[in-house]
């Protein structure tokens, strides 16, 4: 099949949407399909730019390239799905968050003035649209799937997507609890260094880059933290595989996440994860007691998770072990099978 | 965000002023509601955005259609057939060109012919004998800037007038869960009721003549009519016409009663019966209670009725076997207890998911959200659009500007 990844892409910014795309991509290679991805960028601001920008996906005509039909569409995150095709599949990593559950809140995008809120209701009209026309609509977390449907009333089949493919192993449960992700606030790793604040035998690495980066470095030179917590920044795959392969354990505790691939990729180096009570989609992943340690969002209570399992690394073995299993479970076949499928 | 709320309100006594008295709280928990006086002008100041409760009737809704004309807003079209609202509103003022005008834009030189024959006492007056031919809607909907309608049917006759704006559709909402005590009167069983102002667009006459044959197969079936008769029914007559008599016979009749009681009434029945024809495009409020209340329901195939779901009510069709689908209805529905328990019980599913309050509310939150802010946001959306396309060279004799614009279209991008 000849097969469109529809993907909006924040320049210069990469994250797990960015892997997700690439990986189906590359799976859908390997198994004889002619597979491509589509970009286009994306700013949702200032005031109704993110509609504008959500507009350019409905003028792109992806029926045919250069003579030849496009048999199937998958599109991704906002804006992308709004693309139109008669054969249109969305895998859907998440909505414009800013017009559902994080409106109102500090991450929230629009004000109280009239034109705010219309705009803001504006994405839920294109995303009723065009998430209602989709062949199949998928969502890659129950958390996803579950906002989806409070929001908008649609029902989506929950379908998690498979880590990346690196060179997963365990080696050692070493003297660091690793933080990989983007850094944005979002994502919560300022939790993790009040946690080593806290807790004098912690040490922390942090892979990643975002716009949350010097704030974070600046709240470590606070926590006076200087050689307890190393910024890695982007690193290779080899790198993040040997990071995954020495540590204790992940920390992995955003707001409310969609879904997370950290965790799964967590479990395939046989580590447990740390992550809080309020932190969406990792608990589709994390049980406490089972896979990892589920505590409240609070610094004293992820250093005192973090010291249980430097305690414990027999325990702390036993369920990164548990969460292998689980992760095992995750492939490419069939996820690509649902995905293709009738 | 202020809303500007115009509509009848309690101790008026009429469905819309129901309505809104069951509406508000929910609203004013998510907006700042100002409730506007009776007879007032115009909106207060400082309101971002009106809404208009429109009904048929001239003495409730003529001052919203006047206080419409000076600040354009949001329409709640309760009814699609206004004729009578159009009629008080041009005639009812003295405004004979008016009534002509109106009657000549929904029907052209035919229409006008027949308003003169009204205005010169040759004809009875059409929003009696036929308002359902002249609905005259789209005398009202000129003025709006969005219209919220409870149902498909009413939507899809608004897009057939060629209305283009935002049409909304937002369900009648339900009360809170009701629980009243059962009252039955007489003992017979099943006991069949129909309550509400008794009319022959109510259809009656084919109620009656079906029940006559119910009794044939089930003589201890009782028919309940609770309600004002209206003066185009002669319920004596039809009784009489289907050999059934006034309170003897299997037959109840009771007058007007009061809320309480027709909720009790309503909850006493075995089998509700709300048919239409002609429908005026509303939506039932007392059907909407009887399903709350778990009654198996029986409706017409026509307009709002229609759609209600196959399992949640039994439709009967508007033909010449009318009388008798509703009579094999009514006698599976008296003799399949399971049948009822089913349908009830998809009554109260039906009613909770479809009639929320707290979804109705928030679905009048996201329609005046909307509507308030609505032009700033078309016009700063469609404005970058154009400006693009300007700048790479396109005008609008370029076939490309068509399909950016059936593309906005398709996504609703400006509203």
């Given at each position: ?5 529809c993907?909006?892409q924040?320049?210069f910014n990469r994250?797990g949407a960015?892997v997700?795309?690439?990986?189906l991509v590359?799976?859908?290679r ?5 597979a ?7 700013k949702w ?7 504008t920008q ?17 048999d ?11 693309v139109?095709?008669s ?14 559950d994080l409106d ?17 209701r504006?994405v ?9 026309e989709?062949?199949r ?8 799937a579950?906002r ?5 009333d ?9 880590p990346q493919?690196?060179?997963?192993r365990?080696e ?10 983007r ?6 790793v300022d939790?993790l260094?009040?946690?080593a ?6 040490r922390?690495?942090?892979v ?14 606070e926590l006076?933290l ?20 020495r540590?204790l354990?992940?920390?992995?505790a955003?707001?409310?996440?969609d879904f997370?691939?950290v ?11 740390v ?6 989609g ?6 406490d007691?089972?896979?990892g ?6 610094p004293?209570?992820?250093a005192?998770a973090?010291?249980w399992?430097?305690?414990h690394r027999e325990e702390a ?5 548990s ?7 995750l ?6 099978d ?5 | ?7 009848p309100?309690p101790?008026e006594?009429?469905g819309?002023a129901d ?13 700042d509601?100002?409730?506007v ?6 909106a207060?100041?400082?309101t971002?955005v009106?809404?208009y409760?429109v009904?048929n ?8 259609v006047?206080?419409l ?16 609202l159009?009629?008080g ?6 405004d004979r ?9 929904e029907a ?10 009204v205005?010169?006492g ?9 308002p359902h031919e002249f ?11 969005g219209?919220?309608?409870h149902?498909?049917?009413?939507a ?11 049409v ?16 039955r009167?007489?003992?017979g069983r099943?006991l ?7 009319n ?6 084919q109620?009656?003549?079906?029940f006559?044959?119910?009794r044939?197969?089930?003589p201890?079936?009782t ?5 004002a008769?209206?003066?185009d029914?002669?319920?004596d007559?039809?009784?009489?016409r ?5 309170d003897?016979?299997?037959?109840v ?8 009681r027709?909720?009790?009434l309503l909850a ?11 429908t ?5 409020a007392?059907?909407?209670r009887?399903?709350a ?5 029986v ?8 759609e209600?779901?196959d399992g ?8 010449e076997?009318?009388?008798?689908v509703?009579?094999?209805?009514l ?10 328990e089913?349908?009830s019980?998809?009554?109260r599913?039906h009613?909770r998911d479809?009639h ?5 509310a928030d679905?009048?939150l ?7 802010g609505g ?6 959306v ?7 396309a300007y700048?790479?060279g ?5 076939p490309e ?7 906005a279209?398709?996504?609703?991008l400006?509203?």
């Amino acid at each position: 099949m000849r097969i469109a990844v529809c993907h909006a892409q924040v320049p210069f910014n990469r994250g797990g949407a960015e892997v997700l795309a690439e990986n189906l991509v590359a799976e859908l290679r390997r198994r004889d399909h002619a597979a491509e991805l589509v970009t286009i960028p994306f700013k949702w601001y200032p005031g109704t730019r993110v509609l504008t920008q959500a507009f350019l996906w409905r003028l792109v005509d992806l029926e045919e390239a250069n003579g030849e039909p496009i048999d199937l569409v998958v599109a991704t995150k906002f804006p992308s799905y709004a693309v139109r095709h008669s054969n249109k599949v969305v895998w859907l990593v998440h909505q414009f968050r800013q017009s559902y559950d994080l409106d109102r809140t500090e991450l929230g995008q629009f004000g109280e003035e009239p034109a705010g809120r219309a705009t803001r209701r504006g994405v839920h009209r294109l995303d009723r649209i065009a998430l209602g026309e989709a062949r199949r609509l998928f969502a890659i977390s129950g958390n996803v799937a579950e906002r989806l449907r409070l929001t908008l009333d649609l029902e989506a089949e929950v379908l998690p997507p498979p880590p990346q493919q690196l060179d997963y192993r365990c080696e050692d449960y070493g003297d660091f609890v690793l933080s990989v992700g983007r850094l944005d606030r979002a994502k919560r790793v300022d939790l993790l260094l009040e946690a080593a604040a806290a807790e004098p035998s912690l040490r922390v690495v942090v892979v990643g880059e975002g716009p949350d980066r010097r704030r974070l470095e600046r709240l470590a030179g606070e926590l006076r933290l200087d050689g307890r917590v190393t910024f890695a920044g982007r690193v290779e795959e080899k790198s993040l595989a040997d990071y995954y392969a020495r540590c204790l354990a992940v920390y992995y505790a955003p707001v409310d996440e969609d879904f997370g691939l950290v965790p799964y990729e967590a479990f395939l180096s046989e580590k447990p994860v740390v992550t809080t009570r309020d932190a969406g989609g990792a608990l589709e992943a994390v049980t406490d007691g089972e896979t990892g340690v589920v505590c409240e969002p609070a610094p004293a209570a992820v250093a005192q998770a973090c010291l249980w399992l430097a305690g414990h690394r027999e325990e702390a073995r036993a369920r990164g072990l548990s969460g292998k299993e689980l992760a095992a479970r995750l492939t490419w076949d069939t996820t690509i099978d649902r995905l293709l499928g009738p | 965000m202020r809303v500007a709320y115009f509509s009848p309100l309690p101790p008026e006594r009429s469905g819309i002023a129901d309505y809104s008295a069951l509406l508000l709280p929910a609203l004013r928990e998510r907006l700042d509601v100002v409730t506007v006086q009776r007879g007032a002008k115009r909106a207060p100041r400082g309101t971002d955005v009106a809404l208009y409760h429109v009904g048929n009737n001239p003495d409730a809704h003529g001052w919203i259609v006047d206080a419409l004309r000076r600040r354009p807003g949001i329409v709640v079209l309760h009814e699609f057939v206004l004729h009578h609202l159009v009629a008080g509103l041009t005639l009812g003022r003295g405004d004979r060109e008016g009534y002509l005008d109106a009657m000549q834009r929904e029907a052209g030189v035919e229409g006008r012919l027949l308003a003169h024959g009204v205005v010169d006492g040759l004809l009875p007056p059409l929003w009696e004998a036929r308002p359902h031919e002249f609905p005259l809607a789209a005398e009202i909907l000129d003025l709006a800037d969005g219209a919220i309608v409870h149902s498909r049917y009413v939507a899809r006759l608004v897009r057939e007038l060629g209305y283009r704006k935002p049409v909304w559709r937002i369900p009648f909402p339900a009360g809170a869960d009701p629980s009243p005590t059962p009252e039955r009167p007489g003992d017979g069983r099943p006991l069949i009721g129909c309550l509400g102002y008794l009319n022959r667009s109510k259809r009656v006459p084919q109620l009656v003549a079906a029940f006559a044959r119910v009794r044939r197969r089930f003589p201890d079936a009782t028919l309940l009519l609770a309600g004002a008769v209206a003066c185009d029914l002669d319920l004596d007559e039809e009784l009489e016409r289907a050999a059934l008599g006034r309170d003897e016979g299997g037959v109840v009749v009771l007058g007007y009663v009061d809320e309480r009681r027709f909720e009790s009434l309503l909850a006493g029945c075995d089998v509700c019966v709300s048919l239409r024809s002609p429908t005026m495009g509303e939506t039932s409020a007392s059907a909407i209670r009887a399903l709350a209340l778990g009654r198996p329901l029986v409706v017409s195939d026509v307009g709002w009725f229609a759609e209600l779901p196959d399992g949640v009510a039994a439709k009967i069709p508007v033909d010449e076997r009318e009388v008798e689908v509703l009579a094999g209805i009514l006698e599976r529905l008296a003799s399949d207890d399971s049948l009822r328990e089913r349908m009830s019980a998809r009554a109260r599913e039906h009613v909770r998911d479809e009639h929320d309050l707290e979804r109705v509310a928030d679905e009048y939150l996201a329609a005046l959200e909307e509507a308030a802010g609505g032009e700033p946001v078309r016009d700063a959306v469609y404005g970058e659009v154009a400006r693009a396309a300007y700048e790479v060279g396109l005008d609008a004799a370029d076939p490309e500007l068509s399909e950016i614009a059936e593309r906005a279209g398709e996504v609703r991008l400006g509203g």
